[in-house]
C-alpha cells in the first residue's frame, strides 16, 4: 500500500486541476439554465478527472480501503473530496454536488421528461410505433397496460394524417386506462438511402461480389445504362467523397472503399459482403464514416414537421445531430414556433456527435431538461461494431455527469419482437439497459410478449446495480450456502413425496 501522503498529494493535484477547469470555463457555465448549473459545474469536474490515467492510483486507493472513485460520475468533486477527507484534509469552502443530490436530480428529470410510471423499479419503456397503430386502437391501449410509458412515432415513415390517428390512439387509452404516456415525435433527419440505377433497377437489387467494382452516383447523375450503379439520395455527398473512404449499405453489411472520384460519380470497390447472398437493394441506408457530408441536421423536412410536433408532442427527437450549433437552431426554432416547454432528445448516431457529445450536453443544458439516446443502429455502422460496447459505455458516463437522462435504443430483444424468441445475447444487452432512463423498443408482431419478458429483465438486473454502481441486494446463491443442510434435505424429500401419484 502507497504512503497516505503520496494518495493525498495526487488527490490534491487532481482537485486542483478539477477546479481550475471550473474557472477556466466561467462562460459555459453562465450560459446554462439556472436548474443546469450543479449538473454543468460536475460534467466540467468529471471531463477534468477523465483528462488523466487513474489506474494505478486506482489500484492504490483500493489497496487502502479507500474509494477507487470508480463510481463518482454524478458527484465527481464531492468524491474527491470525501477521500481526501478520510487521509486527513478539510474543506469549507464551496459547496458540490454529492450523490444523493445527484440521484434526486437525475429521477426528477427523468420523471419530466418521460412521465411517470408505475414500476419505479425498472426504466421507463419507450415503443416505436408501426403503421397499423393509427386503427388499431386496442394494441395501443393493451401496450399501455403492459407497460408503454412513452409512445415513439418516426417521422421517417408515414404522414401527418397517421401520425396524428397515432397521438389520438394514445390520448385515448391514457383517458380510459389512467395510466400516463408521453408522445415522443422522431425528426427524420438526413436521409442517405440507395437508389438502383442502370443494371438492377427493374429486379429492386443489384448483385455484388467481393472486390467487384461498381459506381455510386447522386440520384439524378447521368450513368452508362450497362453500368453497376447505386444512386444516393442526398445531392453532393459523393462529390464530397475521397479515395480511401469508407461506404458501408444496408446497415453495414456491404463495406465498400472509394477509388477514384469525378464529380458526382464515384468508383467504388466492395471490401466486405457480410450477406449469404450479396444484393444491395434499393431504400437501404448509406453511411460514409470517413466523409464531412455538406449538410444539415436539420433538413426541409423537420422543419416542416417541427410546427406539428410543437402542437402534439411532449418530446422531439434530434436524429443525426453533430455539433452545439445544431442544437442551438433547433432549440431556437422551437422557441419561436411554441410558448411550452419541448424537450429534446439529442440522438448519437455518428462519430462527431460522440466527439462532441461534451459540447452537446453544454448546449442541451441551456433548457431545463433534455435527454440523450444512444441509437444504436447508425452508431455501430458509424464507428465499426467492435467499439459499440466502449462507446455506449463512456456516453452514459459523460450524461450520468450531465445528470442526463438517456434511452437505451435499437434491437432490444428485437429477435423475441420479430419471430416470439429472444436469443440468449439480447438477454444480456436488454439487462444491461438498465443503466439507463429509458429503453426503446423498435417494431414487431409480438411487441406485448417483448414488454413482459423486458420488465422482469430489467426488475431482476435493476436489483444489482444502480446506473453504473454495482449494489448489494441479498443472492439467493449466497443464503443457499448458508442454510442448514438438514432442513434442505427434508424439503427434498417432500418434494418427492408430493410428486408421487
Known sequence: MKAADTLRDALLALRTNMLRAEQEHQPLLEAVHPQQRVSSRNLLHYLSLRCHDLRDLQDDLHNAGLSSLASCESHALCQVEAVLEHLGENFTEGTFCDFPTARRILQQRATALFGPKVNPHIPHLMVTFDTPMAEDYAQVKALLLAGMNVARINCAHDDSDTWLAMIRNVRKAVRA????????????GPKIRTVLLAK????????VRENEHFLLADERAPVPPDAKAVGCTLPGAVAALRPGDRVLFDDGLY???????NGNVASLRLVRASAAKPRIRAEKGINFPDTALPISSLTDFDRSVLPFAAQYADIIGFSFVQRAEDVA???TLLRQITQRPLPIVLKMETFDAVQNL???????MHEAVFGVMIARGDLAVEIGFERMSEIQEEILWLCEAAHTPVVWATQVLETQAKSGVATRAEVTDAARAAHAECVMLNKGRYLLAVLNSLRDILHRSGGHHLKKRYIFRPLSIAEHFFRPAIPTAVAHVKRQRKSKP
Open 177 to 188: 386506462t389512467g395510466r400516463p404516456c408521453k408522445v415522443y415525435v422522431d425528426l427524420a
Open 200 to 207: 438492377g433497377r427493374k429486379r429492386g437489387r443489384l448483385k
Open 255 to 261: 463495406e465498400a472503399v472509394v477509388e477514384k472520384v
Open 329 to 331: 437552431q433547433l432549440q
Open 358 to 364: 461534451p459540447s452537446l450536453l453544454f448546449q442541451g
